[in-house]
């Protein structure tokens, strides 16, 4: 039989476990949230350490990543890539500049504007490789990859954005490549076609779903 203070030993047990229930969940966030903050901030610096740094030095070839093509014409954004890519060229960094790029929502690829918009610019064919498959970052990046082992590339210089740098040396890396990262310059001209949103903000969320396979 039931005493009076097992009675309420029982009570007290029962509306003690909710609370104990929430701590720990209250924990559990905190913990996750204090990660997730570390992991932003770690990544962020990674971002802002290449987007400053520009590692160009003489290689087997110079890599532009693509971006948007307007009818055959590359937008401003992608155009400052190419004259980047160019001046390296000029530089005598590498003999051998590859655009890459998909299919831009018309007739025409991101990597076959960048290789027209470079023989119209005075480089020649012959020194010039177009990837016309690409949609993604990390399709770029494996398909670079197949074509730097085809043609016996051993080191490559890539030309991207300077929040683009950091996220395209992990893959680059991770698909077995030396590569030396070399942003565009920044100009008032490409910034203001650039998405409103801050762009450390979606390299940090493109590259913790690369990094968890989930792109």
Not at 6 to 33: M, N, Y
Not at 95 to 106: A, E, F
Not at 143 to 152: C, D, E, G, P, Q
Not at 206 to 211: A, E, G, S
């Amino acid at each position: 039989m039931s005493t009076l203070g097992d009675d309420r030993k029982s009570k007290h047990r029962a509306t003690g476990r909710p609370g104990a229930r929430q701590l720990r969940i209250l924990l559990v966030l905190l913990v996750i949230l204090t990660l997730s903050g570390v992991w932003c901030w770690w990544v962020s610096a990674q971002i802002r350490y290449f987007a400053a740094t520009d590692q160009a030095a003489p290689a087997d070839a110079i890599a532009v990543f693509g971006a948007a093509e307007y009818v055959g014409k590359p937008s401003p954004v992608y155009r400052a890539r190419l004259d980047h890519a160019r001046s390296l060229y000029d530089r005598g960094i590498a003999p051998l500049i590859i655009t890459l790029g998909g299919p831009g929502g018309d007739e025409f690829t991101e990597g076959g504007v960048g290789r027209a918009y470079l023989m119209g610019a005075g480089i020649p064919e012959s020194a010039l490789i177009a990837e016309t498959q690409s949609r993604s970052t990390s399709e770029s990046a494996r398909r670079l990859t197949v074509i730097a082992r085809a043609n016996s590339l051993r080191r490559l210089v890539i030309v991207s954005d300077a929040t683009h740098m950091f996220r395209i040396h992990a893959i680059c890396a991770a698909d077995g490549l030396d590569v030396l990262t070399s942003p565009r310059p920044p100009s008032v001209k490409t910034e203001e076609h650039m998405p409103q949103s801050d762009p450390v903000w979606h390299e940090i969320f493109t590259y913790t779903l690369w990094r968890l396979h989930l792109d």
